[in-house]
């Protein structure tokens, strides 16, 4: 660019540069992410009666004017509509160039930014909805061809990238009466079961059921893509009445069913629950260990079926009954068999069944470890859903969050004993400062405690993540077939994700991860994801 004032700059007075030293690395030195640039529009997509031309990818007026678009976005990001009114006016100013196109590049390249968008979802979504608004003529017309274009190259997309897209479109259909013209998607029912496309369709079918009632939205399905509906959101009581098959403890189920409702005291329930022998063949009575796994089945499907009416009877029911599942569950694997029976009755209902184990490890029933551990045995788990990666979100979650807290409460303490440290006996202010050192020893070893779980937690789900990895590449190489599925991806996409996005977290254990977990004769194939990850540490 500097080319045609050549002859202004070699006359021009020529300033002195004092020489810039870089500083150098140390531990504590922090380095942006590496990131990438989101462009997906070419000459030849824009419309044939469009007078516009659309600057190379490579160009400086395309760069100058996603940065241009990029800065409003941020400058303006506290006020979605005043934002879409900036947005407007330079799309309009810039008339000379196809502005709108570069302009969803960018925000799909904000809502595609990994590990995480600058801003939340929601605000971009609803920003997107604005510009709609504003731009009826045109900016929907534009969206319709990148979401198009973006579903034909869904098998060369991130699984994350993909998932925010499927998040996207399930709630911008939302605000459209979920109107969409499938009949140009129909061709993904002829790939095979695991494609990308019938997945990511899958995936919407499943958030649109979140956000609309399950029997409306099965109403705007075409039938060609009703088999990737999935299924009723419904509770699966084990024990119910209407049931004709021969279920151990179905007697037991119902007693203890009716006497909840009757609202006997624990006591009298936790009885019944301990008299299970009297309902029981004498075959699983000699098994003490299966007579355990059926009372627990029992206790989780009574008070889940209790509190079925809406989330907050569920966690109500969870509170009353907290005392009979801690007396039932002294181990692990009585908590796995209870969270193996609560996966049971939420089956059809990921929403409710996260929330529910999520509100079991906040009362203390089940540990974040023991979630972790029954994720990675579970058989009804299934890590191409959504709902096994929000789980494992929400355990990191919790662990972060609950050393965070016992740390900031720590450092208040520690301030408080400083500024107690000038008080002398005659103000009584020794038994004062005797009492917040005890409560700064109490909260020392709950750091302690909280930091031990946090790294046990994220060395178990890279250990899990892991192993399955393994496991899969072995299979497919004993039997010769193509490693490369869609679970493969999928896991291994989110493998990454979740390293670079808790770098923070694991940097602390980045050691124990290269000697227990990545180690040496880990196949190059999941190694490789751990030598990216190395790179930034």
Known sequence: PYVAFDSEISSAYSHPLHNIVVPGH????????????????????????????????????????TELIYSTILSHSTNRKHCALQLNILVERLHHIPMEYILVEVLFGLIFQLPAPPHSLVYYGSLIIELCKIRAATFPTILTQLTNLLFSHLDHMNYVVANRFAWWFSYHLSNYQYIWDWNGWFWCMQCAPDHPSRWFIHEVFGRCVRLASYEVFVELVPEPLVPLLPSIPQPMFLYTEQSTEEIPGIDLARKLLQAIRAKEPIEELLSLINSAS??????????ESKTLQIKISILAHCVL??????????????????????DLLDGDETKIICLNAVAQFYISNPLVHCLV??????????????????LFTSEMVLFT?????DVVKGVLFRVSSSLKQASKQLEEVKYELKQKSGLDEVTGGLEERQEVEWRAMELEEKVDERNKEQREVSLAICEGLVSLLAAHLTRC?????????????CVLDHLRQLLVENLPILKQYSHLLESSVF????????????QEFKTLL
């Open 26 to 65: 140390t531990c504590d030195s922090t380095y942006p992410l590496p990131s990438a640039v989101f462009q997906c529009f070419g000459e030849n997509d824009l419309p044939a009666h469009s007078n516009l031309t659309l600057p190379a990818i490579d160009s400086s007026a395309r760069y100058l004017a």
């Open 278 to 287: 009297s309902y029981l063949p004498e075959d699983i009575v000699s098994d």
């Open 305 to 326: 079926h209790v509190g079925e009416k809406t989330i907050s009877h569920c966690f109500t029911a969870l509170h009353k009954f907290r005392s009979l599942f801690l």
């Open 357 to 374: 184990i999520d509100r079991l490890v906040r009362q203390q029933i089940i540990d974040n470890l023991v979630v972790i551990k029954w």
């Open 385 to 389: 859903s959504r709902f096994s990666w």
């Open 477 to 489: 190489d004993q039997e010769a077939i193509d490693y490369e599925t869609t679970w493969f991806s």
């Open 519 to 530: 180690r040496s004769e880990t196949d190059p194939r999941i190694l490789e994801i751990y």
